[in-house]
């Protein structure tokens, strides 16, 4: 009777979807959603409800993405600020 790893990837979730588009530190917003899916996967093979542990799942692949999506364009930035455009 214990949803504790859905609850971990919940909270998990929630935090890397807000850290993730903070600009000062990208490599936390990798980290907080890596955690959420890990343990949102370990609460649907574990836990007895798996309500929060799938919530957990798709918010943290949600941040994932949103993620990945900040930091290419970080990176288009950076490239178009150094006139490296042309090279891509």
Not at 25 to 54: E, N, Q, R, W
């Amino acid at each position: 009777m214990s949803n504790t790893n859905g609850i971990i990837s919940l909270i998990f979730g929630i935090i890397g979807l807000c850290c993730g588009w903070l600009i000062p530190i990208p490599y936390i917003g990798y980290l907080f959603p890596a955690v959420a899916i890990i343990f949102g996967i370990i609460g649907i093979m574990k836990d007895d409800s798996h309500g929060m542990a799938i919530a957990g799942l798709v918010l943290g692949i949600i941040s994932l993405i949103c993620v990945a999506v900040v930091a290419v364009f970080l990176l288009a930035l950076i490239y178009a600020m150094l006139g490296l455009g042309a090279l891509i």
